[in-house]
């Protein structure tokens, strides 16, 4: 009974709270362009998450409708070494170079950087999983300023 009762209260709760996604059909209507077409080369990682940003944007024909081509490359830099020459830091360099086309024209160009600095793991495995993430973070912040950017574009 107990339980009943504080889930109907949660639930009260949380329906009142104003959450909204962010990506949701409502915001996206506060920007004035579209992607009709995006091409991508480089590293599949980050642009697969690129992608899963940027579809978003291409459901919406608006005025301004933008084509996307994106090359995209990471880089593995060894900071530094112990006395015994093993890697003990790291740091990833995420860099995007986007040419944005409007009606086959080439409307503008720009990089975008980002840079993570993360320490070695003894486990192979877990620092694999942990560049991946790594990664795909790097490609979230990258996403988000490529939106910017592209409302931004006159």
Excluded: P
Aim: hydrophobic share 40%; glycine share 4%; charged share 25%.
């Amino acid at each position: 009974m107990g339980k009943k009762i504080f889930t109907f209260i949660l639930l009260i709760f949380l329906s009142s709270c104003g959450y909204e996604a962010i990506y949701s059909v409502k915001n996206l209507k506060g920007y004035n362009f579209s992607i009709s077409k995006l091409s991508f080369i480089g590293d599949r990682e980050i642009n697969l998450k690129l992608k899963q940003k940027l579809n978003n944007y291409t459901r919406e024909t608006k005025d301004i409708n933008f084509t996307l081509k994106i090359t995209s490359t990471s880089e593995k830099i060894i900071l530094t070494k112990n006395l015994a020459g093993d890697s003990t830091n790291f740091k990833i360099n995420a860099i995007v170079n986007i040419d944005v086309f409007n009606k086959d024209e080439l409307k503008s160009n720009f990089i975008i950087t980002e840079t993570f600095s993360y320490d070695n793991n003894s486990n192979k495995f877990e620092l694999k999983s942990h560049e991946k993430e790594i990664k795909k973070n790097l490609a979230d912040t990258i996403a988000e300023k490529l939106i910017f950017k592209l409302a931004n574009i006159k």
